[in-house]
């Protein structure tokens, strides 16, 4: 790792953003932006262009991919600098997505999420003068800011909140594709519940995809018919179908819960389906590479967040439906977590 936190800070991270909702992008070409004008109120500097390149769940996805577009869509309300975004429809988009931005000379491009992470190295490569950054994957390449999480630490706590709250004695884990990043959110619940309640059984189900809410739901049905109660989800827009379910049974009389993943998702699901959230601060992870740039600190190289850098964590909605004597035991893990005393498992 050739730094910490030249680019991210834990103050830095701590800050809650009030972020607007997800705006108008571009499926197809960056918009031409003007390159006059101040960076930021007053500065007189040259405005710069950041655009995004999602990955197959796209801008909406109530997931990262969003919540990396509330990041830039913040960056450009607090210094007035041009964002976009190109939509990927599926993994052949990547490149030429990428090498749109490049080729139109935008300052910094993203790639959101670990499944663009060999393309990102090939554009980056072939284009040494660009500057790109991508989030939950780590490309070594001098012109490239790589963000991961250690989502399993934020996933353990998620794991207790089930194991305490279980009614069945039995929870559930839905995942997208089988990847590292997305196994490092099923092995960090799982030892959160065991850790919590070694006798709760975990039901783990992967669908193989970010993008089809059908397959989520199709899961989450499996799931709760097992008898599971409460269902974690890692797994982009293909959990829109766990929350779909929950909602269904629920309006049944079944006493089923979700616990939501990468933003707060009770904002979007609701409190009466969202247990609590595991969030991932890509946002501000996003926001703050970028703003390192208009500041012309970009440097390359990774940087890795977790508890102790406020990086993941629970969402602070969680006291609505997470009894107090609960939330402390939480964080009772979470400083056992952050002094060393317990190591999360990764895989």
Same mark, same amino acid.
């Given at each position: 790792?050739?730094?910490?936190?030249?680019?991210?800070?834990?103050? !830095?991270?701590?800050?809650?953003?009030?972020?607007?909702?997800?705006?108008?992008?571009?499926?197809?070409?960056?918009?031409?932006?003007?390159?006059?004008?101040?960076?930021?109120?007053?500065?007189?500097?040259?405005?710069?262009?950041?655009?995004?390149?999602?990955?197959?769940?796209?801008?909406?996805?109530?997931?990262?991919?969003?919540?990396?577009?509330?990041?830039?869509?913040?960056?450009?309300?607090?210094?007035?600098? #041009?964002?976009?975004?190109?939509?990927?429809?599926?993994?052949?988009?990547?490149?030429?997505?990428?090498?749109?931005?490049?080729?139109?000379?935008?300052?910094?491009?993203?790639?959101?999420?670990?499944?663009?992470?060999?393309?990102?190295?090939?554009?980056?490569?072939?284009?040494?003068?660009?500057?790109?950054?991508?989030?939950?994957?780590?490309?070594?390449?001098?012109?490239?800011?790589?963000?991961?999480?250690?989502?399993?630490?934020?996933?353990?706590?998620?794991?207790?909140?089930?194991?305490?709250?279980?009614? !069945?004695?039995?929870?559930?884990?839905?995942?997208?594709?089988?990847?590292?990043?997305?196994?490092?959110?099923?092995?960090?619940?799982?030892?959160?519940?065991?850790?919590?309640?070694?006798?709760?059984?975990?039901?783990?189900?992967? !669908?193989?995809?970010?993008?089809?809410?059908?397959? *989520?739901?199709?899961?989450?049905?499996?799931?709760?018919?097992?008898?599971? #109660?409460?269902?974690?989800?890692?797994?982009?827009?293909?959990?829109?179908?766990?929350?779909?379910?929950?909602?269904?049974?629920?309006?049944?009389?079944?006493?089923?819960?979700?616990?939501?993943?990468?933003?707060?998702?009770?904002?979007?699901?609701?409190?009466?389906? !969202?247990?609590?959230?595991?969030?991932?601060?890509?946002?501000?992870?996003?926001?703050?590479?970028?703003? #390192?740039?208009?500041?012309?600190?970009?440097? *390359?190289?990774?940087?890795?967040?977790?508890?102790?850098? #406020?990086?993941?964590?629970?969402?602070?909605?969680?006291?609505?439906?997470?009894?107090?004597?609960?939330?402390?035991?939480?964080?009772?893990?979470?400083?056992?977590?952050?002094?060393?005393?317990?190591?999360?498992?990764?895989?």
């Amino acid at each position: 790792m050739k730094k910490l936190f030249s680019v991210l800070s834990v103050a !830095t991270l701590s800050l809650s953003l009030v972020l607007t909702g997800c705006g108008s992008g571009n499926t197809n070409k960056p918009a031409e932006q003007g390159n006059t004008g101040g960076a930021g109120a007053g500065s007189g500097a040259a405005k710069i262009k950041v655009g995004m390149v999602t990955d197959v769940g796209g801008v909406n996805d109530n997931s990262f991919n969003q919540s990396a577009w509330e990041g830039l869509q913040k960056f450009k309300e607090d210094t007035g600098n #041009d964002v976009d975004y190109l939509q990927s429809q599926n993994d052949s988009d990547y490149v030429p997505n990428l090498n749109q931005f490049v080729k139109d000379k935008w300052d910094l491009t993203w790639g959101i999420g670990m499944l663009m992470a060999a393309h990102v190295k090939q554009v980056a490569g072939e284009n040494p003068d660009a500057k790109l950054a991508i989030i939950d994957d780590v490309v070594d390449a001098p012109n490239v800011e790589s963000v991961t999480f250690k989502e399993n630490e934020g996933s353990f706590l998620a794991g207790v909140v089930a194991a305490e709250m279980t009614k !069945t004695n039995k929870v559930g884990f839905v995942g997208g594709a089988e990847i590292p990043v997305i196994k490092r959110f099923e092995k960090g619940f799982v030892a959160g519940v065991k850790a919590a309640k070694p006798d709760v059984e975990v039901i783990t189900v992967y !669908t193989g995809a970010f993008d089809k809410p059908d397959l *989520g739901k199709a899961s989450a049905s499996q799931i709760y018919g097992k008898g599971a #109660d409460i269902i974690f989800h890692a797994s982009g827009a293909t959990g829109d179908g766990v929350f779909n379910e929950a909602k269904a049974r629920k309006a049944k009389g079944e006493n089923v819960w979700v616990i939501g993943v990468d933003k707060d998702q009770s904002l979007r699901f609701g409190d009466d389906i !969202t247990l609590t959230s595991m969030v991932k601060r890509v946002d501000e992870a996003v926001y703050r590479v970028s703003k #390192d740039l208009a500041d012309g600190k970009f440097k *390359g190289g990774s940087v890795v967040l977790g508890l102790k850098e #406020d990086g993941v964590g629970l969402a602070d909605t969680s006291t609505k439906n997470v009894p107090e004597d609960i939330l402390k035991k939480v964080d009772e893990f979470k400083q056992k977590i952050i002094s060393g005393e317990i190591t999360v498992p990764e895989k």
